[in-house]
């Protein structure tokens, strides 16, 4: 095998809950995990004579430690081994909007140069690796709905499609996670996630109990993320949340929902998509 092509998907969290901190300077969470594989990211990889990467996105094109190389170089460090490739990232998914659009194109940096080199590294393995890239990334190895806890990387994967067109919202605003976790105070949370994500009954049965804890500071810092939220429910979602520590907010519509009534509602700079439950 020569080449690979994989999409890297998206996700949002349906509720996000900070429930204490750590030794090691992170932060133990209880969230749920799921997919929008409608929204994602392409990546290629392709042998080559010598090591090369290329974004459509300039700020990530300039990093020279976006997740993709750190991913590539952690892999290098574990086998021993020089990755003479290729990579051409097309961004689909915005930069740094709780969506974990990095973390994915990681993910499908260490499954694509596993399968491409032959490396034969086990799954538990790449979690680990995954891990030390970042905190969302051991999610994005498999991409199925999860239930996370600890840092995110103790996965309960749930069996559960949602029957909702998923509409999502961004607008530019870039959210400092370190800022967001420092902002926030840790708490026990009275969410049973094993509860509510039982099935997708449950969930319709639980879902106003969910909330996401960054939301109280980023709303008070950026009124207009929380007018996102208030004008999906106006507008007739059943459930709304920012996603991560912002800033995009989604909302779950029974029906489906165009985009020239949403875009007489928000500015048209803002990044909108709408992702199928049936994709």
Do not use: W
Not at 7 to 33: Q, S, V
Not at 91 to 114: C, Q, R, V, Y
Not at 190 to 209: M, P
């Amino acid at each position: 095998m020569k080449y690979i092509e994989i999409k890297a998907p998206a996700k949002i969290n349906i509720g996000l809950n900070i429930i204490g901190e750590r030794d090691d300077g992170y932060h133990n969470l209880e969230t749920f995990f799921y997919p929008v594989r409608d929204l994602h990211d392409e990546l290629t990889f392709e042998l080559a004579e010598s090591f090369s990467f290329h974004c459509n996105e300039e700020i990530v094109n300039n990093d020279k430690d976006n997740l993709v190389q750190k991913s590539v170089r952690l892999l290098e460090e574990f086998t021993g081994k020089k990755f003479l490739v290729k990579i051409e990232l097309q961004k689909n998914i915005p930069i740094g909007a709780g969506l974990g659009g990095g973390s994915s194109d990681a993910a499908a940096t260490l499954i694509s140069l596993n399968e491409l080199f032959g490396l034969n590294i086990s799954y538990n393995k790449l979690i680990d690796i995954a891990l030390q890239i970042g905190s969302d990334v051991p999610f994005f190895v498999k991409a199925k709905p999860a239930i996370g806890k600890s840092r995110g990387e103790a996965l309960t994967i749930k069996e559960i499609d949602l029957p909702y067109h998923i509409v999502i919202i961004n607008p530019g605003i870039h959210i400092s996670t370190k800022d967001a976790f420092q902002n926030i105070s840790p708490k026990k949370s009275n969410i049973i996630y094993e509860e509510v994500f039982q099935s997708v009954d449950s969930f319709l049965s639980n879902k106003n109990k969910l909330v996401n804890d960054f939301e109280e500071f980023v709303f008070l810092k950026h009124p207009e993320i929380k007018f996102i939220k208030e004008s999906l429910i106006k507008y007739g979602s059943e459930f709304s949340l920012m996603s991560g520590s912002g800033s995009t907010v989604y909302g779950l519509f029974k029906e489906k929902i165009t985009l020239d009534g949403l875009s007489e509602i928000f500015p048209k700079e803002y990044f909108i998509f709408i992702s199928s439950p049936n994709y």
